[in-house]
């Protein structure tokens, strides 16, 4: 009787009365397996290696390679320029001008006149009337 | 009796039989959809224009006590600008809030919410937008700025179909906060807001 | 003998028809609704051409033009109005002066003519819906028109069904907003919490006593 119609035969009696396989899997083509997967790995990588070491020779790092001077070049021209991304600058005048709107702070330091949150320059319009405006 | 009921309830089930039927007529009916009648902005085959929307005809005026040479429509009195607000307008709270929301909406695309010219548009555009942080224009009447806006000025086009009068007037009065707020007389301020201004925020 | 008429599998023919036929008609109906939601019939998210390719994300997400600026009446009339000629031009009378794609309103300009676009959202005639009243009781634009301002082209964001108006009528304080961010684009309702909802509801004086779903609310 060959090996294999042994195990065609299903399970053992012991095994059905149990509910669950009494008998070990055979462990055999299983390491068989992982020896030849880890052997496949490093065959690659031992190609690779001696792929890199031959052709890498020949090939140049070319990053990063400008020099201080030409770096400067590619620096941003002065204003006014193409916009990149009109919502950001949208966004950036928006609230720069809505921080300005909420802040105090010297317009004239000398004359005395300063700029207040505009809140506050309603309630001081209404209190003292256009004229306070001259 | 509990076979009665359920019969009922069969006849008006049965009774409902007619209804997948409406699924057919769904897609029939549009008469109602499209009834003949013009709505806003709709095309007209009848007027030669092409537009439902006509333009009233020349010297047509509103009824009541509509009087077109009222300071409140020409921001003007006898021929002057005028230097306060029309009878009709009261300044308080809610004016200059209203015309904060209208300045924001109309005015501030060019002139910019702090109204120093400096816009969204005016930093994109080819144009130079005047600031209204100057003081000729801290000292003009304030009919001056009802003016311009219901007749436009120099590249301004006019804002008289899009703002009524009293939101024109309304604007009028919140520029002036608008300026007061960039220029105020420290002696206005309070102690802690002196403070304030000092430090810078 | 007799002789049999039928063929021995005549019966399963038969069940199968019967089981084809009632699968054929309610495939059909299936369908036939499918189509009515989707976009092929309903138009949501397709942009139509315009005679200018006037874009509102450019306009109102690039260049912060208020939404009233070019819809002037909206908060006041039934109609949120359609910009005038005269509107583009006091912009476009400075900036793409030369412009090829805004021939078209130049020659409006000038002669009076006005452009025919095409619309967007066609209500049916018998509904009468009123901008003005939805604005004065915080309801934004983007609850209905969409992020308006992300889009290229304008197309529809809602299909207009009765229930999605009824839906807003019968829970408003789904919706609603301060009245002050109806106009901001990107305003997040859940940035208020249901009970702020349900208070801004009280302070605006919405009927929540089931009036907004009478007929008479919206037909005539």
Known sequence: MSHAHVHSEGPSAESLALNHEVSDARSQPIVWGVVMVAGVLILAFVLMAGVLAVTAGSVADTSNTLSSSEATQLQLPPAPRLEQNPRIDGDRIIAEANEHLESYGWVNERAGRAHIPIERAMELLLEHGFDAVK | MKYSIRQSILARVVRLAWLPLCLVLVACHVDMYDQPKYKPNDVSNFFPDGRAMQPPPANTVPLNSYNPNSPLMTGRVEGQLADQLPPEIKLDAALLAHGQSRYNAFCAPCHGLVGDGQGVIAYRGPMTVPSLHQDRLRTVPIGYFFDVITNGIGRMYSYAARIPPEDRWAIAAYIRALQLSQNTDVALLSEAELERVKAGR | MSAQIF??????????????????????????????????????????????????????????????????????????????????????????????????????????????????????????????????????????????????????????????????????????????????????????????????????????????????????
């Open chain 3, 7 to 220: 063929p021995r599998n005549a019966n399963a023919i038969f069940l199968a028809s019967l089981f084809g036929l009632v699968m054929l008609i309610v495939g059909t109906i299936a369908a036939m609704v499918g189509f009515y939601l989707s976009p092929w019939y309903t138009d949501v998210g397709v942009a139509k051409a315009q005679p200018v390719p006037f874009s509102h994300k450019h306009h109102v997400s690039e260049l912060k033009i208020d939404c009233r600026y070019c819809h002037a009446t909206v908060e006041k009339a039934a109609h949120a109005g359609f910009p005038a000629t005269e509107t583009c031009m006091s912009c476009h009378s400075q900036v793409w002066t030369t412009s090829p794609l805004l021939e078209v309103v130049r020659t409006s300009y000038q002669t009076g003519e006005p452009v025919v676009w095409n619309r967007i959202y066609d209500l049916p005639d018998f509904v009468y819906f009123n901008h003005s009243i939805h604005i004065a009781k915080g309801i934004g634009c983007s609850s209905c028109h969409g992020r308006i301002d992300q889009q290229q082209l304008a197309a529809k964001a809602q299909p207009l069904y009765m229930g999605w108006c009824l839906g807003c009528h019968r829970a408003p304080e789904d919706h609603i907003r301060p009245r002050e961010e109806v106009f901001n684009m990107e305003w997040d309702v859940n940035s208020l919490s249901l009970a702020e909802r349900q208070q801004l509801v009280k302070e605006y004086q919405i009927p929540t006593d089931g009036r907004l779903t009478n007929c008479f609310v919206c037909h005539r």
